[in-house]
């Protein structure tokens, strides 16, 4: 398994939080986008990978890509896996991705979603698969940005 020192869900997947305060934190030199339809679309990954600070590299792969890449035997890199939602993550770990811990950074309000916890909106699908996550052994959490005290966000499902 490589090497994930960070996992989180954030609809906007790379910005500025991400790329100063967690990069910064957990000492990651590796960013992992999951999500299929960015995979697809070569403007957006170019979009997504510029948006790097310089030293980090940055693979966008579809949730079978990304089974595949975070199930090889580690190497030196050190990686922080990004989704826009909990589904993600529910079925790379169903691949056999081993996360211990999911930070929960942004997920925004849509048509389908009631709110959870501050800028935290998820759909009932969502909040099963946050669920399903917990129960199956990863820890769940919300923190925005380092700084801030994180809140174990079962106690909001």
Known sequence: MRNIVFTRIDDRLIHGQVMTAWVHETKANEIVIIDNEVAQDDFLKMIMTSSAPAGIKVLIMSEEQAIDYLTQEPD?????????????????????????????????????????????SVSDEERACFKQLITDGTSVYVQVIPEEKSANIEQYL
């Open 76 to 120: 030196r890199n050190k990686l922080i896996v990004l989704a826009k939602n909990p589904k993600v993550i529910k079925n790379i770990t169903d691949g056999g991705v081993k996360i211990e811990a999911l930070n929960v950074g942004g997920m925004g309000a849509r048509k389908d979603r009631t709110q959870l916890y501050r800028n935290i």
